[in-house]
């Protein structure tokens, strides 16, 4: 089978609190941003990369490009100022039907088997999305009290790849777009209008790189890796 993917990289990494974007730091020489391609440059399933860029890297992206030999690279998008419209502007450079695969440029430790898995759901089903059961208790909190303490067994987090089929997630950001809907992922989108998404389970290693001790987390991960090599 094979499949095209998003990469929303245009964030500017607040939370991150550095100068420039989160994903343009190294961890272990290669910028996580590389770290993340590479997974789709070597995956034979993946057709082409449409990378959704923030203007002001254009450039430095551009370089990496070059310096990494990045052959999927099909396009190179401006974002918007939220993720969901990022996503939406790179969906929109895609031509004809096909599974699209969203994957954020912030999780470079996806790994590949999961690749394969959310296609084949996402053929069958519609949509899919990679996932993790919750370790934490949840509790549902109002003015400072707890008001409930969630069923931990029903409770998954929600990370990315999520796959589709073309036309139901671009029907779905089209609708959210139109109605003014902002969602935290793209799977939201299509559940809106009861579209089904089923669950693949992944690992906790596919973390998004959010908050500075993330890149500890990164940096450890990576030089097992080299260790098992
Ligand atoms: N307007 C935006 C915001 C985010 N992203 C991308 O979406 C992914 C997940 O977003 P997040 O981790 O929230 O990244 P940032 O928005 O950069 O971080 P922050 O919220 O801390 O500013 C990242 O790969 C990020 O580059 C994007 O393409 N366009
Ligand atoms: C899409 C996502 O990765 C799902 O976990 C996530 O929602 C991205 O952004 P967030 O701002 O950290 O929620």
Redesign the pocket.
């Known amino acids: 089978m094979e499949y095209h993917v998003v990469i929303?990289?245009?964030?500017?990494?607040?939370?991150?609190g550095m100068e420039k974007?989160?994903?343009l730091v190294h961890i272990d020489e290669i910028p996580v941003l590389v770290h993340t391609l590479k997974i789709f440059e070597k995956d034979n399933w993946c057709k082409s990369i449409t990378l959704?860029i923030h203007k002001q890297d254009r450039k430095e992206i551009r370089d990496l490009v070059e310096q990494f030999q990045l052959r999927k690279i099909a396009a190179m998008v401006e974002?918007?100022?939220?993720?969901q419209?990022?996503v939406y502007k790179g969906l929109q450079q895609l031509q004809s039907e096909c599974i699209v695969l969203i994957h954020?440029?912030?999780r470079p430790f996806v790994k590949q088997k999961y690749l394969h898995q959310l296609v084949e759901k996402a053929n069958h089903y519609g949509g899919a999305v990679l996932a993790v059961p919750v370790k934490d208790t949840i509790k549902k909190v109002g003015n400072r009290f707890v008001e409930e303490t969630i069923d931990r067994s029903i409770l998954w987090s929600i990370q990315t790849p999520q796959a589709f089929q073309l036309h139901l997630i671009m029907n779905a950001h089209k609708k959210a777009e139109e109605d003014g809907y902002i969602g935290t992922d793209d799977a939201s989108l299509l559940e809106r209008f009861g579209g089904k998404v089923v669950v693949v389970e992944g690992d906790y290693e596919n973390f998004?790189i959010?908050t500075p001790e993330d890149l500890i987390f990164a940096n450890a991960i990576i030089q097992r890796q080299k260790g098992n090599e």
């Not at 929303?8 to 991150?16: L, N």
């Open positions: 929303p990289a245009a964030g500017t990494g607040k939370r991150m974007n989160k994903l959704v974002g918007g100022s939220e993720r419209q990022s954020d440029g912030a998004k959010t």
